[in-house]
């Protein structure tokens, strides 16, 4: 199975910070790579399809890049509502994985 | 609006056997692949398994693999996940998930998610 590494694990933030997390798989995926967030006691919503795709509703301050086996995520102007959980996973192999998350808190 | 709701989530002892079933609504759910993933307390989503449209084409989890069995009913917009030979391991909210696509793309995600359901596996 394609292992996907996420770093960091957690980081600490503030309102209006801009911050990057990476993502990266242990093979090829090209840029089968999607973004999720993940709030307490909700299920995952997805942010980023396609590496770089916005899903319709999400704010422009979040963006995706990458290609290959490396990724990122990245959010400017850090709002409130957007401490959580991020977790990158591959869609490229039919057995599809995850990475470990990372919980961005204040 | 489009739901997805899990039930039969439960407590079961080591061993045992479950089947969770997905209530579908506000979506085409014959033409829409679906799946199953799961979250452990504390850790991240684990995909659990995947069933096309006509149920031609199935894969699993190899951590699961042997003991489950996905399904669905198209006639009655429900997903199933027969669970067996239960290990502590599974203990997991279980989220039935739905497939989409961007043909142009070649680019796959999954969404929407229903709300989980609770499998606790201890004796």
């Known amino acids: 199975d394609i292992q996907m590494t996420q770093s960091p694990s957690s980081l600490s933030a503030s309102i209006g910070d801009r911050i990057t997390i990476t993502c990266r798989s242990s093979?090829?995926?090209?840029?089968?790579l999607n973004w999720y967030q993940q709030k307490p006691r909700k299920a995952p919503k997805i942010l980023i399809n396609a590496a770089s795709s916005l899903q319709s509703g999400v704010p422009p301050r979040f963006s995706g890049s990458g290609s290959g086996t490396d990724f990122t995520l990245t959010i400017s102007n850090l709002q409130t509502e957007d401490f959580a959980t991020y977790y990158c996973q591959q869609s490229y192999s039919t057995r599809l994985t995850f990475g470990g998350g990372t919980k961005v808190e204040i | 609006e489009v739901q997805l709701v899990e039930s039969g989530g439960r407590l079961v002892r080591p061993g045992g056997s479950l089947r969770l079933s997905c209530a579908a609504s506000g979506f085409s759910f014959s033409s829409n692949s679906m799946n199953w993933v799961r979250q452990a307390p504390g850790k991240g989503p684990e995909w659990v398994s995947h069933?096309?449209?006509?149920?031609?084409?199935?894969y699993y989890a190899h951590s699961v693999k042997g003991r489950f069995t996905i399904s669905r009913d198209n006639a009655k917009n429900t997903l199933y996940l027969q669970m067996s030979s239960l290990r502590v391991e599974d203990t997991a909210i279980y989220y039935c998930?739905?497939?989409?696509?961007?043909?142009?793309?070649?680019?796959?995600?999954?969404?929407?998610w229903g709300q989980g359901t609770l499998v606790t596996v201890s004796s």
């Open positions: 093979q090829h995926i090209g840029t089968h």
């Open positions: 998930v739905s497939s989409m696509s961007d043909f142009r793309s070649g680019s796959n995600w999954l969404d929407p």
């Open positions: 069933i096309t449209p006509t149920s031609s084409t199935i």
